[in-house]
């Protein structure tokens, strides 16, 4: 199968009107059922009470921040390699969702935290590294707005993405490497989940609706940022004319 | 539903993600709009793409 085919700005443009609706439907079903299923059905858990609610939104927004760094360096990646404009597009229209998931990451984290274990913050591995991961995806929009020629400002966002990428592996195990406060992986890890299936379920439905939510929000976001660019080649062109 | 004594803090992270999750919509739309807005003015202004225009006669379409 011929991707490049698939990777052209025009077929993207005419593909992603017809799934986006769908995407669109699909997400805000999910969201609704999930959100169903994490306040009214899942049983309070026995150490935590009803702070464990908190988990459903938290999660999934933690797993989304390090999967959309991954869409991001995968994308910076193709960028490099095949020079082409769309996975440019992709990555830099990945970026300011990422910042949002990681954000909420954050502050829910906080949120529990501050219940579970007595403190809003603390400098340990896993809330430092996804600190730092939200100041990578900050730092990574700074640069796309920094640099006038979109060209220059993916290719120096490519290079920035892809040096930060060294961050997802310390996320993901730094419960285990260092002594954290951060409890240790509890959903995927070998050997299956600790959790128990009654607030598994809500927390899977309520994954898939967030990563439901990126794809809808990352192909709108792509969609506009295209039609930037086309403004600003006018406008170039224009300029050349006068 | 009772939330007990966490009630605040459950709420509060709620409110925050939809928020987050609204800004982040709100973001989209508004983007779309603007870039919309944006290639329809240029196109009344006749600026369009080279390849949007008009051949002149005896140019052939590329294959």
Known sequence: MDLHRFANPARFMRLSAAILPWCGAATATLIAVGLYLALFVAPPDYQQGEAVRIMYVHVPAAAMSSVVYGVLALASAIAIIWRHPLADIAAQSAAPIGAAFTLLCLVTGSLWGVKMWGTWWVWDARLTSVLVLFLMYLGLIALWRTIDDPARAGRAAAILTLVGAVNLPVIRFSV???????????????????????????????????????????LAAMRNEIMRRRVRTLLLTQAERA | MDLGPHAGFIIAAYVTAIAVVGLLIAWVVGDYFAQKRALADLERRGITRRSAEPRPSGVKEPA
Do not use: E, K
């Open chain 1, 176 to 218: 285990d490497w260092w002594n954290t406060l951060h409890q240790p992986a509890s959903v995927f890890r070998m050997g299956g989940p600790t959790i128990d299936v009654s607030l598994l379920i809500p927390l899977f439905v309520m994954g898939i609706a967030f990563t439901l939510l990126f794809l809808t929000l990352h």
